[in-house]
Nanobody, 117 residues
Framework: QVQLVESGGGLVQPGGSLRLFCAAS????????MAWYRQAPGKERELVAF???????HYEDFVKGRFTISRNSAKDTVYLQMNSLKSEDTAVYYC???????????WGQGTLVTVSS
């Protein structure tokens, strides 16, 4: 089992920055990939970015050049640095961990990001 807890969300003005945190606990050795997803009101949940165990990263086009995913050396905390925020970035952001050993996705409870003036 893996537990994920997000934090760092809040209200920010357009053009501003926020840093999200995801703390993982439990069987973190089984995690192969960690990711951030988001779900805006009335929309489907969508992938934002992910980071693999080898440190490789992937970003969806709508955040490239603005968001950065990273993790600490212990691999138990993942960050999402969000710069140049736009109103369309408003959403609940969810941390995700995938385990190939159990073929299972784990989810946090989400943290709300609101971009508004």
């Amino acid at each position: 089992q893996v537990q994920l807890v997000e934090s760092g969300g809040g209200l920010v003005q357009p053009g501003g920055s926020l840093r999200l945190f995801c703390a993982a606990s439990g069987s973190i050795f089984s995690i192969n990939r960690m990711a951030w997803y988001r779900q805006a009101p009335g929309k489907e949940r969508e992938l934002v970015a992910f980071i693999g165990n080898d440190g490789s990263t992937h970003y969806e086009d709508f955040v490239k050049g603005r968001f950065t995913i990273s993790r600490n050396s212990a691999k138990d905390t993942v960050y999402l640095q969000m710069n140049s925020l736009k109103s369309e970035d408003t959403a609940v952001y969810y941390c995700n961990a995938f385990s190939a050993a159990t073929v299972r996705d784990y989810w946090g409870q989400g943290t709300l990001v609101t971009v508004s003036s």
